[in-house]
Every structure is written in C-alpha cells, then in structure tokens.
C-alpha cells in the first residue's frame, strides 16, 4: 500500500504550490495549443461562444461550434474520468503503476467489441457498451486470478496486465487479419481518435462517465481506510474485499465505456496519478482531486498533438491514441525510477528453486530436437492442403514445392534458433528467467525502426533492413543497461522498463493501423510474422549469417559461465567483465534483429526456447545454448506449418501464432512462481 501502517499523521499533510502552478499551465497550455489554429478566423470570445452557440452565416463558427468545441470537451470528459479511474485502481492495489491501461482493461474492451462485431452484432446494436465492459471484466480477471497469490504485488501485477494486453492484441490482430474487410474500420476507431462532428457522442457519454465517478467518490471514505492495511481496515469495519469488488467494477465500467465510443485512449489513467503524486499531492482525497485534472489537461494536449500532427502531415489520421501511447512510456520510466517493489519477481526468488531438472544426455536431447525438425521439415514440404483437399508431394518433387514452402520454413527455423540463442543469452546475462528479446523491449525498438523506415518511404532493402533493425535493438538494449543500472539490473526492473520501451514501438503499430492502405497491410503481416514475404535469397543469407554467428558464440561460454559468479570474481579469473557484458549484448541485440527482420518483433520464442531446454535437463552454459537453438527452430517451424494449414486457404502469420502461444506460456509461468 501507499502506507501500510496503523498510526495517522499528527497533522494534515499541506498540498505543495507546485501542484496546482503545475496543473494550471498544463491546462493553460493544452487550451491555448486547441484554440491557437481558430484565433486566425475568430476572436477570443467567438471561439468561447462556440460550445453552446454559432453564428450560421460564418464557417468558421460552424466549424468551431460542430467540431472544435465537442472535441475539446470529450477530450477533458475522458480525460478527467480516465485520470480518478486510474488513481482509484492504485489505492484498490496499493500500486503506483496501476492503472487501466497495465491491467488490460482497455485491450479487454477492444477485444469484447471486436468479438462482438464478428460474432455478435446484434449486441453492438443493444448496447456497444455490454461488450467492452465484458472484454474489460475478462481482462481484471485474469489479472487478479494470476496474481493474488502473490498479494498483488506491484510489478507482477503490472506484468500480468500488459502481457494481457499484448495478447488481447494478438488476438485482434488475428481477426483483423482473417476478417480484414469487417474489420478493418473499426481498428482504425480502435487506435483511439476524438475527432467529432457534432455534440451527440459528448451528450450520450457525460451520464456514463460521471456516474461512475460520482459512484466512485461515494467509496472514498472506505477506500482511504485500505491506507492503514487489511488487517486495520477489516477492524474499523470496513468490507475490504468488497469495496476492492465494487471500486474495480467502476473502473472497469467507466473505461470500457470510453473504449466502446472512441477507441483505447491508452496511459492516461497511469500518467495523471502518477504526476499528482510526483508533484506532491498526498491523502487520498488530494490524489483523486489532482489526478482527475491532470487527466483532463493531459488528455486534451495529447489530443492537440494528434490533430496537429495531422494537419502537419500528409492528411492521414494520427490517432489520439498514438500520442497517448508516446506519453506511456516515460511515464513508467518515470514512476521506475523512485519505485521500490518488496515481493520477490520471477528470476529473484530468495529460497532455491524447488524444481530442478534431471541432467540429461544433450545428445540424445539434440537428436530427438533433430528427428522432430526433420519430420517437421518433411511434413512441411509433402503434406498440404489444396483446393481440391489434402495431398502428398514426393520427394521427386520437392524441387516444385520449395519455391512456395521451403523459404518460409527455412527462415522461421533459423529465426527461432536465433531468438533461442538470443534468449538464452539475455537470460544468462540478467540471472531473470522470465526475460527475453520480447519483454526487454529489445524486439519492439528493431520493430520502431523499421515501422519508421517504412513510414518514411525509403526503400532499403534486406541488409538496409537488418542494419537498422540491429541499430534499433542495440539502442533499446543499451538505453534499458542505463536504467537498469540504478537498480544494479533487478529483474523487475528489467523487465518494466523493457514493456515501457515496448509502449513505444505499440504507439507506431497503431498509427500504421489508422494510416490504412497497402503499405499498412504489409506492415502488419510483417510486424506478426508473415514468413511468406521471405524469398530464398533471403533465407539462404540468414542461414549464412545466423552460422557465422554461431561460430562465434563458442567463444561467450566461458564469459556466460563467470558473469554469474559476480563482477568481483569474474574480473579475478581473468575476464573483462564490460568489454564482456557489452559484446554478449551486442551479439544478443543482433540475433533478435535478424530473427525480428523475418519473424516480427513479437513471438515469445526467445523467452520460451531457453527453459524449454532447461527443463530437458540442459543445465550448463553450452548445453543450454544448443538446445535453446533447436527447441527454437522447432517451434517456429512448426507455427509456420500450422500457419499455412490452420485457416486455409486463409494464412495466419507464423510469429502471431507463436505469440499466442508464447503469451499462455508467460501467464502461466508466472502464476506457477506465484505458487511457488
């Protein structure tokens, strides 16, 4: 909790005079940056007249009156009730980085409308709000059911939700791909946008926001008590875990209301209690005050953004949601920084692990691996579905049949092997089992590199590509190294900063969305893993350049095996532990960019592929690696076959299936620590 003790401050905490200087100019500054585009058409006091009246023989009044005014007032309305949303769900949990946003709430909206479009239309017509706020009940409620027996503890909570919401994600984006022509508006309205042309969106939400927040207000005087503990408030009579119930329906209420009508305005629940308890305000009752208008002057700058990025571009759309997501980030990075978790993460327990694999033979671990990916390898190639049913290809000809399967599935084995090496390496360089190339953030900054080259309409090429992918990953890498370091690489940190780096690479993947058109089709496929983009010129050169990578890492045994021993005794053996660290994390931001240019930034391989091989009993520095190699190859190659046969004639991408799976896996992983 914020104050997990039983005695109350003598006096009553003063609010600082930065607060509200602060909020003022954040208010001041978001209004003048809406109002300064009209103030060449219409004077001050037309531009104010325009939310309740207009002058019908002037245009620009009509303009303001019709568009600019509800758009600015649905703006601070979601603002404001996001902002007292957020700050509720951190005092139900006693957790700074909650919010509706890292708890998957929102996604869960999304995900409820768009299961809804497909499978249930005539409940959108009922009501659009019954979806979202079931989406959004099914998302907390994987989230508590995962958590809880850890007590909530902050940074798995946070953890559970955004993985969530990376897998909601994956599941949208798996509709929109096989549904694409239904679907495609309404992931454009998904990407969350403001833009009104009358006031009847802004009428028909006001009730549904401030219910709930007056609702809210009436659970103040027993949400305060949660201050004092459990125990405490149970004793002064307070029904502690149904005030957390009815408090987290509310939540759920009002943010999937605002889901269901413009879209997942992302972190502005998290950014705004954040600030108000950055800049000073202390009891609840500041907290809820102060947040809930930080949320509103927050929401409408972001809001201003979008639409002058807009009129500054070529026209396209930028999404509200986009610029949102942009303030996500460092946001988290922000909060990170003076946040100190006292339960122990996945990868940090304080007793042995309770379950240690048998030592196995690694050759009869590798061959079985081996045997599995040839029979794959045959498979792949020999049996498949046409449009006259299933068929057998002989080997004779094989020659035919790899033009159109062989590229594919040589590139996803050999960007599994590389995201299992890269996994490996980073599990082995953190100590934290639960990190890989996909929660370090390491696969989303190769991804915002490419989005931005392909934004941008340069025409790079392959090795352009790979060049850029591997600058982005090393620089998401080494600006995580820099804020992991104060916290001497914890493993919770690790992984927060590295999903905060990810909200980044998120915000471009949802302007693409809203841009449409081909080039956002092909970035799409690509950023979920379309293998079928891969032609063999490129899969022969990954193949040449993922060998000589190899080669090279029968030289980071040993320094793999003496960095656990600590700086101290690493450096005593003989080892330059920087020069070290820095070349296994060079090596490791390479391996994730040349499976990223293939496979997408987001498969959950590399954080799979390494405990595979742990549990099959490969316990030691180079085992581990080779077997991580193939169990990687194998699950890639595998999620390919399946890929091209799940939804024939339909095509799933290869890394979207894999992040399905790989999303399971890490829910389960960290429930299983939970009971440990």
Request: proline share 5%.
């Amino acid at each position: 909790m914020y104050a997990d003790s039983t005695s109350l401050p003598s006096a009553r905490p003063t609010i600082p005079v930065s607060l509200p200087i602060a909020a003022s100019i954040l208010w001041l500054g978001a209004l003048i940056a809406s109002a300064t585009p009209w103030l060449n058409q219409l004077d001050p006091v037309a531009l104010l007249q325009a939310f309740w009246t207009f002058d019908a023989s002037q245009y620009a009044s009509v303009m303001a009156h019709f568009s600019w005014a509800p758009r600015v007032s649905i703006a601070v309305l979601i603002g404001c009730g996001l902002g007292l949303a957020g700050a509720v769900t951190q005092q139900i949990l006693g957790n700074p980085l909650a919010s509706p946003t890292t708890l998957g709430v929102e996604a869960g909206g999304q995900f409820g409308v768009t299961v809804a479009t497909l499978f249930a239309p005539g409940l959108l017509a009922f009501s659009p709000d019954l979806a979202a706020i079931g989406g959004g009940l099914l998302a907390i409620g994987l989230v508590i059911a995962l958590t809880w027996r850890l007590g909530f503890s902050p940074v798995t909570v946070v953890l559970a939700g955004l993985v969530i919401t990376f897998f909601l994600g994956a599941m949208n984006m798996a509709f929109l791909l096989l549904k694409g022509e239904w679907l495609g508006n309404l992931f454009i309205w998904g990407a969350g946008s403001l833009v009104q042309n009358n006031w009847g969106p802004f009428m028909d939400l006001w009730p549904r926001v401030l219910v709930p927040a007056l609702l809210m207000l009436v659970l103040m005087r027993p949400l305060q008590l949660l201050q004092l503990g459990q125990a405490s408030a149970s004793s002064l009579g307070a029904r502690v875990g149904l005030v957390r119930m009815l408090a987290l329906v509310l939540v759920v209420l009002m943010s999937t209301t605002v889901v269901s009508r413009v879209g997942v305005v992302a972190f502005i629940g998290l950014a705004a209690p954040v600030l108000a308890r950055l800049l000073g305000a202390r009891t609840l009752g500041s907290r809820l005050l102060w947040s809930t208008l930080m949320g509103g002057g927050l929401l409408l700058l972001a809001d201003t953004l979008a639409h002058w990025a807009s009129t500054w571009g070529d026209g396209s759309l930028v999404p509200t949601g986009t610029t949102t997501a942009l303030i996500g980030g460092p946001v988290i990075l922000l909060a990170l920084q003076g946040f100190r978790n006292t339960h122990h993460m996945p990868g940090q327990e304080s007793s042995p692990a309770s379950f240690l694999p048998r030592r196995r033979s690694p050759t009869l671990i590798g061959g079985i691996i081996v045997t599995l990916l040839l029979i794959t390898t045959v498979i792949s190639m020999s049996w498949s579905p046409g449009l006259d049913g299933w068929h057998w290809t002989a080997v004779s000809q094989w020659h035919e049949a790899w033009v159109w399967r062989g590229p594919r599935m040589l590139a996803a084995m050999l960007a599994g092997v590389a995201l299992g090496l890269a996994g490996t390496l980073i599990q082995r360089m953190t100590g934290n089992p639960m990190g890989s190339p996909e929660m370090l953030g390491i696969s989303g900054g190769a991804a915002l590199l490419m989005v931005l080259i392909v934004l941008s309409g340069l025409e790079v090429g392959r090795l352009g590509q790979l060049g850029a992918a591997t600058l982005g990953a090393a620089a998401s890498l080494g600006l995580l190294i820099l804020l992991a370091r104060k916290h001497r690489f914890a493993g919770n940190q690790l992984l927060l900063g590295g999903l905060a780096l990810y909200v980044f690479m998120e915000a471009g993947l949802r302007l693409v969305m809203a841009s449409g058109g081909t080039v956002a089709s092909q970035l799409l496929n690509w950023m979920y893993g379309s293998t079928w983009l891969v032609s063999e010129s490129e899969a022969l050169g990954l193949l040449a350049f993922i060998t000589v990578i190899c080669g090279l890492l029968c030289l980071a045994v040993r320094p793999l095996t003496l960095l656990p021993l600590g700086d101290t005794s690493a450096s005593s053996l003989g080892l330059p532990v920087a020069r070290a660290r820095l070349l296994l994390l060079l090596v490791a931001a390479v391996l994730t960019a040349s499976a990223t240019v293939v496979i997408g930034p987001l498969s959950f391989v590399g954080l799979i592929a390494p405990h595979l091989a742990r549990v099959l009993g490969q316990q030691t520095v180079g085992r581990q690696l080779i077997v991580a190699a193939l169990a990687g190859g194998l699950l890639l190659s595998v999620a390919d076959y399946l890929s091209r046969i799940v939804v024939f004639p339909g095509q799933l991408p290869a890394g979207l299936l894999a992040a399905l799976v790989g999303g399971i896996y890490f829910l389960w992983g960290l429930s299983r620590h939970g009971r440990a």
